[in-house]
């Protein structure tokens, strides 16, 4: 056992206050259903219910896409720019002000470590508004224009659905960018982790956002699909699952819906013999280890040169060994809760499918608590290609390695799925990551590094995992009328 | 807050009992963080706007060594400030709004007396200041995103270009919008990364002043602005001929006495300063219309652009 044992550090959560039942976040207030029902949300670290929440029905979400359209054409609509960007930099500063309160918020009902929502999740977010904020006056400088000089237009009523991994941050990858550019938002939050959309809710309050302009939906599937299909509204954005994505592509097909789509991944982390292993190490572990796995760019497959792989492959158990599960609360927690009973499921049923397809399974000693939704880090080797655990999203703390011999065939194996959101490529050459760069199929690569986020910086993915951009000047695009389809 | 505005009427019942006399301040010149009166000793007076302006203060009256002392703090500052995140600062800027905001009475008294503008006018325009930060303070961010990109060169090379600050920028602020064409010059110089060196509007030089307490207890670190106030004529020629001042902005030669802006061009030459003319047409300068939203000219001139080449290759 370690010379040392850590003692229990735990956060308080007596910064937050969670009521016992909610409703939904319609006109700029908290209102009852008219025909929906209601759902708990848990702790998934220990299956203690938080809150009663709504799930929104049909009649609800048309109450939800009236408000939006009433503020778009309404006081919203015709908001100078600069003006609209300051109620941007309000929720920014507010969202900075009540950052612990969210991360503590985030770290209940999601269960990922405090130290990943306290660091990454909510300075994130915070950071996406200020910067989202300063485009509202400055459009006209994004050539969005096709040349005229104008602001772009905003397309109206935006219907958004984002996922339980990161609930603010991918609330405010969504919301962000609408409101810069003049559009009104109905958002439903994932129906495992709908509890900062609500206190971001009330930041909207704070920040006299006018009513309607940002409306908020809880609810599961079905509140998703009403949203998807209701005629008002004019642009749907999603992040989730590449099966839902493709659900929504065809249900808006044929109609003047535009759509964003950022889905699945099956991200390859790949290793040079040139490269520093003890960082490659440390980006392989962040690559895939972070946020328990459930983030669609992770480095699920490590592809790692032959004749280091086994290198490689012991100082990576080594480092898994002394990764800290548990108490995601707890500061010096790594790696925390699987998010829900259902998502521990589709990762026992993969790993298992891993295991008869005939890869050997390594998972890091650890005592897992008691109650609640738990995996070890596991690592699976001598995967072969057609292996169902090397095509298909896991979504959960689990890795895939593969070894490769030339660039070229890393290249080939990196390709050989069918997404295309990220890849990792550790080497100390540079033209060899260049090189690698414009070879892969990937609409991010990270060059030693990984799991690196900027509001600056574009985001999204080739092939199966979705079209258009999030964050940086081309995220704009998918909130304005561009010149030929205006 | 001006003398008069705040003076009771003698005439009052028992004026005398409630009498009391307002506590002044003494304007400085702002140099590294500091308020410093000129090393010169010398002050001059400052009159409100009108033909019978009323007696405003005595500003300090900066000289040579004055403006020197600030180039070498704006130096010391240049570093770190570049290096600071382009997100970092936008939220510095930012903050600047925030706190003008808070002390805007104090800043529309002032430019009311300055400029002599009505109570609305003024306020409208000190809206128009704030709003200005919050303007320059959003592109932080996106200069490199709108000015930089990816060069598609004939062969298997990286080759990328971005814009850098240029270093150490002296602006001559206008001589008639004493705050809001004050922040108009002064915000695209450091928002990239540079530092400042400002001599103030000559007659109108209180605002400016007021602007540095802001700034002093803001987030702006010390060195990055440095404001001095005085004769324009006299101190600007010591800025275009300094050889460790990077550019120079001549906005404030327009309704300058006794400048000529072609003079500092040519003096600014020595060093290849990169050279912000005023506005206007052949040898004439005129002061530009403040109030309209500003497009990236004033960004752009204290920008290099640097380039970066790689070779690409398995």
Redesign the interface.
């Known amino acids: 056992m370690a010379k040392f044992e850590y003692a229990p550090a735990p956060e308080s959560r007596a910064i937050v206050t969670i009521r016992p039942s909610y409703g939904l976040f319609i006109g700029g207030e908290f209102v009852q259903s008219t025909d929906g029902s209601r759902f708990k949300t848990i702790n998934p670290s220990s299956e203690e219910v938080l809150a009663e929440v709504t799930e929104a029905g049909e009649a609800d979400v048309d109450a939800a896409v009236r408000a939006a359209r009433k503020a778009f054409d309404g006081p919203w609509g015709r908001l100078l720019g600069?003006e609209r960007?300051?109620y941007l930099?309000r929720i920014a500063r507010i969202l900075a002000e009540r950052a612990r309160e969210f991360a503590v918020l985030e770290t209940l009902d999601n269960g990922k470590p405090i130290k990943e929502s306290r660091d990454v999740d909510i300075p994130l977010a915070a950071?996406h508004f200020?910067?989202h904020?300063?485009?509202?006056?400055?459009l006209e400088?994004?050539?969005l224009s096709g040349g005229s000089g104008q602001p772009p237009k905003p397309l109206g009523v935006v219907g958004q659905i984002i996922p339980w991994n990161f609930p603010l941050l991918m609330l405010s990858w969504k919301i962000a960018p609408a409101l810069a550019t003049g559009n009104t938002v109905v958002l439903k939050p994932a129906e495992t982790t709908p509890l900062s959309a609500l206190l971001f809710a009330e930041v909207c309050q704070q920040a006299d956002l006018p009513a309607g302009v940002v409306n908020i939906i809880t609810g599961a599937g079905e509140t998703g699909r009403h949203l998807i299909e209701h005629p008002g509204v004019d642009k749907v954005a999603f992040t989730g699952s590449t099966q839902v994505g493709k659900a929504i592509a065809r249900s808006i097909a044929g109609t003047r819906k535009r759509a964003t789509l950022e889905l699945g991944g099956k991200a390859a982390n790949i290793v040079f013999d040139d490269a520093p292993i003890d960082e490659a190490v440390e980006g392989i572990v962040n690559g895939i280890f972070f946020n328990q796995g459930h983030v669609c760019c992770a480095g699920s497959r490590l592809l790692v040169q032959e004749n280091v792989a086994a290198d490689v492959i012991m100082r990576l158990k080594r480092r898994l060994q002394t990764l800290r599960v548990g108490d995601p609360l707890d500061k010096n927690t790594d790696v925390g809760a699987i998010n829900s009973a259902a998502q521990l499921a589709r990762i026992r049923e993969l790993t298992q499918v891993g295991e008869s397809e005939g890869a050997t399974r390594w998972s890091a000693p650890c005592t897992l608590p008691e109650r609640g939704f738990w995996f070890a880090p596991t690592i699976f080797t001598e995967v072969s290609q057609s292996h169902r655990i090397a095509q298909e999203e896991i979504f959960g703390p689990v890795l895939s390695v593969l070894t490769f011999r030339?660039?070229?065939e890393a290249v080939a194996k990196a390709n050989n799925t069918p997404f295309g959101l990220s890849a990792g490529i550790w080497t100390e050459k540079?033209?060899?990551i260049?090189?690698?760069a414009?070879h892969l199929r990937a609409g991010v690569v990270w060059a030693n590094t990984f799991n690196r986020f900027d509001?600056?910086s574009p985001f999204g993915g080739y092939k199966e995992s979705g079209y258009g951009r999030e964050g940086?000047?081309h995220g704009l695009q998918a909130y304005v009328m561009t010149g030929a389809t205006r | 807050m001006s003398p008069a505005a705040t003076r009771r009427n003698s005439s009052e019942p028992n004026a005398a009992a409630d009498q009391r006399i307002e506590v002044r301040k003494t304007y400085k010149l702002y140099i590294g963080g500091a308020f410093p009166r000129s090393e010169s000793g010398r002050t001059y007076e400052v009159r409100a706007a009108g033909p019978a302006g009323r007696f405003l203060a005595n500003a300090a009256m900066g000289s040579r060594k004055d403006a020197r002392d600030a180039v070498v703090a704006a130096r010391g500052a240049f570093g770190k400030w570049a290096a600071t995140t382009?997100?970092n600062r936008?939220?510095v800027l930012?903050r600047v709004a925030e706190l003008m905001e808070g002390r805007r009475a104090q800043f529309a008294t002032e430019v009311a007396a300055a400029e002599g503008l009505t109570p609305a006018r003024a306020d409208r325009v000190v809206s128009q200041a704030i709003?200005r930060w919050?303007?320059y303070?959003?592109?932080?961010?996106?200069i490199a995103?709108?000015l930089g990109g990816l060069n598609p060169v004939a062969g298997?090379y990286?080759n990328i270009s971005a814009p850098e600050p240029t270093g150490v920028v002296a602006a001559l602020a206008p001589q008639h919008s004493s705050l809001l064409g004050l922040v108009s010059v002064l915000a695209p110089i450091i928002v990239s990364g540079n530092t400042a060196v400002v001599l103030t509007s000559q007659e109108r030089p209180l605002p400016a002043v007021t602007l540095s307490e802001v700034l002093a207890t803001s987030d702006i670190p010390a060195g990055v602005i440095n404001l001095i106030t005085g004769r324009t004529a006299e101190v600007a020629p010591w800025l275009a001929t300094h050889q460790d001042v990077n550019a120079i902005d001549l906005t404030g030669a327009a309704n300058a006495d006794n400048l000529s802006w072609a003079e500092l061009e040519r003096a600014s030459a020595e060093n290849l300063k990169r050279v912000l003319r005023p506005a206007g047409d052949g040898p004439g300068a005129v002061e530009p219309d403040w109030s309209r939203?500003p497009d990236?000219t004033r960004i752009k001139a204290y920008l290099e652009t640097k380039t970066v080449w790689?070779?690409?290759?398995?």
């Open positions: 600069a960007g300051k930099f950071a200020f910067y904020a300063g485009w509202a006056d400055k400088h994004a050539g030339t660039p070229q540079g033209s060899r260049l090189w690698m414009d509001p600056t940086g000047r | 382009a997100y936008g939220q930012y709003d919050v303007w303070a959003g592109w932080s961010d996106k995103q709108i298997p990286f939203t990236l790689h070779p690409k290759g398995h």
